[in-house]
């Protein structure tokens, strides 16, 4: 089939039509307005000739007048990519002559640079895409333009918003004209612009019916005639939304924190990791005495903060809690819902967030006495918990007589939390170092600036995250005769090449043997290991085999980090004992207890990785199990059910393997998505897009120093530190970063990170280290540009941009 009218287009139809003919035969279906026309299909693109006789009868009946030609590709218009302005349209096509060389313009637009780079950035094969093209009669506007069914600058559901102008619709998405914009909510309009109040009204109606048919935004273009005729040109999902929260069911709005980059980790979550990281992450707060639904969005972990933030006692320090873990980002958009009035304290009792009295009461009791007992005995303390953690190690470990699939997830299901006092040994001495470290800022208010804090708390002992990094950096000062093999080859080459076996012998099983069960997004259950993948460490190796000036050496410059902290800290106490001896007296002894346990913030997601370990472990055999009796395509699709869903795979045999792929293409387009909101409201509302933003000079981003220094060097953008080629004083560019992404650290000269606390993973690394590091810099990975040069500021929290 090589033409077909638009009349008899579905929806099913889009390999045959492409995405816009499909949208367009989908919108007729429904009643709505649109031209009349035809399309060519992607047949006649496959065989590559033109069908000219039927391409001319069909112009013929459509009355041969002025007819708009416009690309339809099988990558067009998807929920994740709208391919909006990438490929061609052209307008008031008259004859036929005419209406070929528009087609073959269509066509030709396909391979184009601008549709090549769009289809590159989405992952889409280039092979597997065919163009169609849509013929229309061509409509003459007295206005046109856009209409959103959802607020695309703020997230929000309710409100809507429309893009117009007198004349063609192409002014308004060009960006040719000035436009009028309006945002259509339940409030009665006048006449305003060019647009009435009666066609804004009908626009509106048009959103709600478009939204409820195609069940997702819309992003709708629009065209109204001389006889006041609306006219629907093009309806496809709105692709740079963020999934909206669940509906809630309650009349108030509701606020969601976004909890994932406190883990370095703004990707999405496999569903097996969420099942599991929700219960794990409520858990914990509940100890720490607080009741926090974690809620999935878009495959991200966000926290249910609406109770918390109307309770009369939480809501006076929530914003000061958040500058710990969540950094000043979230206590910036927390301010704003605070003083938004539909967050007003409630009246009566329910504190659903909270903990009950007598929970709050024994988790309190237990915090002093933790808390001070690391304070008085660190050494000791330390002590403890590295037994607890060795002793977690040894009973995360599965017994040996684990032998069908139900086995193994009766003892998967059985991975509770531990109610002894390990984990009271591994929590209070972290608690205490990281109050160690926060509170002199305050109590130095005057005497000592930000930037000499960090100093102080810049080489830390007993940090297991940099004891990782420079047990692989002296690996790497080991490899001897295979330096060259290292450098020259691919990391995945050399990881499939270890795993083999046929990798000359470099000490790489020995690392793993000791942090094999760490990786990027290690959280994540269903992220594999280091140990089932070093592509990673080998990338890792070879950045570290680049560096030839010693002074650049991570161990040298460790070393120096912990002699400049050593001397800041008699320096400061010094001073600060002469200008208010109390405080000064107080905040030397804080500062000497956080170099004694602020390096062991580290330690207890590094002992919790144990049974994650194991739990992945027997979810691969329970998948291989699946996998063998033909219920899952390969074993590690597990990792995209959840245990309830496994359960009935295992005992009732049920094929799961449709579920799988759904998820599987949802979470690939999610890996896509760059940024994750902030926070959200329940309505979809982006906090951070409403809130006002921060001025800034010329060429200069303005972020949150977390690291003292000042650098200026090629900027290096990651996305994915798994093949990231870092050369020695190159600036760090990246959306987050966990602990997998600290080997990295020990090549770059300083670090810029879009999301953070100064107490989070990346920060404290940099400081170990002694490199700038600048935190909360909106945009940064988009802004910066790999290759440019860019100096980073860590005490005034500044990149300059050269």
């Not at 416009?70 to 004859?95: H, I, Y």
């Not at 800022?441 to 990782?468: S, W, Y």
Request: aromatic share 4%.
């Amino acid at each position: 089939m090589h033409v077909i009218a638009l009349s008899e287009v579905t929806a099913a139809m889009t390999a045959l039509v492409g995405g816009k003919a499909a949208g367009l035969g989908e919108l007729i279906r429904h009643g709505e307005q649109v031209p009349d026309g035809f399309c060519v299909t992607t047949e006649a693109h496959r065989l590559g000739v033109i069908p000219s006789a039927e391409v001319v009868a069909a112009y013929e009946r459509l009355g041969a007048g002025p007819v708009a030609v416009r690309s339809s590709a099988t990558a067009e218009d998807l929920p994740d990519a709208s391919f909006a302005g990438q490929q061609d349209t052209v307008l008031n096509v008259t004859g036929s002559v005419e209406l070929i060389a528009a087609i073959e313009k269509c066509w030709a637009s396909l391979h184009s640079d601008r549709a090549t780079a769009y289809r590159d950035a989405r992952q889409i094969d280039h092979r597997a895409v065919r163009m169609a093209v849509v013929v229309q009669r061509m409509v003459t506007p007295a206005v046109a333009g856009v209409l959103f069914t959802a607020n695309p600058l703020t997230g929000r559901r309710d409100e809507m918003a429309v893009d117009a102008a007198p004349g063609l619709g192409t002014s308004v998405v060009d960006g040719a004209t000035a436009v009028d914009h309006y945002v259509l909510d339940d409030v009665p309009r006048t006449d305003a612009g060019c647009l009435t109040s009666a066609q804004l009204a009908r626009l509106h109606a048009t959103g709600e019916r478009l939204q409820a048919h195609f069940g997702c935004p819309q992003d709708v273009e629009w065209a109204i005639d001389a006889d006041d005729v609306l006219w629907l040109l093009q309806s496809r999902p709105i692709t740079s939304l963020f999934p909206a929260p669940p509906r809630s069911g309650k009349p108030l709005p509701r606020v969601y924190l976004e909890f994932g980059h406190v883990q370095g980790m703004l990707q999405p979550v496999t569903p097996m990791g969420m099942s599991t990281l929700r219960t794990q992450i409520a858990a914990m707060l509940a100890a720490l005495g607080v009741r926090v639904e974690i809620v999935d969005i878009g495959g991200r972990l966000y926290g249910d903060l609406t109770d918390l933030a109307r309770d009369r006692s939480s809501r006076k320090r929530l914003v000061k809690l958040l500058a710990v873990d969540f950094g000043p980002r979230a206590q910036a958009v927390m301010q704003h819902v605070l003083a938004d009035p539909r967050f007003a304290p409630t009246s009566g009792g329910a504190r659903r967030g909270g903990a009950s009295g007598a929970a709050s009461l024994r988790t309190a009791g237990r915090a002093v006495v933790g808390i001070l007992r690391a304070l008085a005995r660190p050494e000791a303390a330390r002590t403890r918990m590295f037994e607890a953690i060795e002793q977690l190690r040894v009973r995360s470990a599965a017994p040996a007589d684990l032998r069908s699939a139900a086995d193994r997830l009766r003892f998967v299901q059985a991975q509770d939390a531990d109610a002894d006092d390990s984990a009271d040994a591994i929590m209070w001495p972290i608690v205490a170092g990281m109050l160690a470290a926060a509170l002199p800022t305050a109590l130095l208010k005057g005497v000592a600036g930000p930037d000499e804090i960090h100093t102080v708390l810049g080489g830390m002992p007993h940090n297991v995250t940099i004891e990782m990094d420079l047990a692989l950096w002296r690996l790497a000062q080991g490899v001897g005769e295979h330096r060259q093999l290292l450098l020259d080859t691919p990391p995945t080459e050399l990881a499939a090449r270890y795993l083999r076996g046929t990798l000359p012998d470099i000490g790489m099983a020995a690392f793993l043997d000791v942090y094999g069960h760490r990786g990027v997004a290690e959280v994540d259950l269903g992220v594999p290991r280091w140990a089932e993948d070093p592509t990673p460490v080998f990338a890792a190796v070879a950045n570290y085999l680049r560096v030839t000036d010693p002074q650049q050496d991570p161990d040298q410059r460790f070393q120096r980090a912990a002699s400049a902290a050593e001397t800041a800290l008699r320096e400061l106490v010094a001073r600060a004992r002469r200008r208010r001896p109390v405080r000064g007296r107080v905040a030397g002894f804080l500062l000497g207890r956080a170099r004694s346990l602020a390096g062991l913030r580290e330690a207890g997601k590094f002992a919790g990785l144990y049974p994650l370990r194991e739990t992945r472990r027997q979810l691969l055999l329970i998948g291989a199990d699946l996998h063998g009796a033909g219920l899952l395509d390969q074993p590690d699709d597990i990792m995209f059910l959840t245990l309830d869903e496994v359960h009935t795979a295992v005992h009732q045999g049920v094929d799961l393997r449709d579920t799988v792929t759904a998820r599987r293409a949802v979470h690939r387009r999610e890996l896509r998505r760059r940024t994750v909101p902030v926070a959200l409201l329940s309505d979809g509302t982006d906090v951070e897009a409403v809130l006002s933003a921060a001025p800034s000079g010329d060429g200069t981003l303005a972020g949150v120093g977390a690291s003292a220094g000042r650098v200026t060097g090629p900027a290096r953008v990651v996305h994915d530190p798994a093949t990231a080629h870092v050369e020695p004083g190159d600036v760090l560019v990246a959306a987050t970063t966990d602990p997998g992404w600290t080997p990295l650290f020990l090549t770059a000269a300083a670090l810029v990170t879009e999301t953070g606390a100064i107490m989070a993973h990346g920060p404290t690394v940099a400081r170990e280290y002694g490199i700038p590091a600048v935190i909360c810099v909106p945009d940064a990975t988009r802004t910066i540009a790999t290759g440019q040069l860019v100096t980073v500021d860590g005490g005034a929290g500044t990149v300059t941009l050269h």
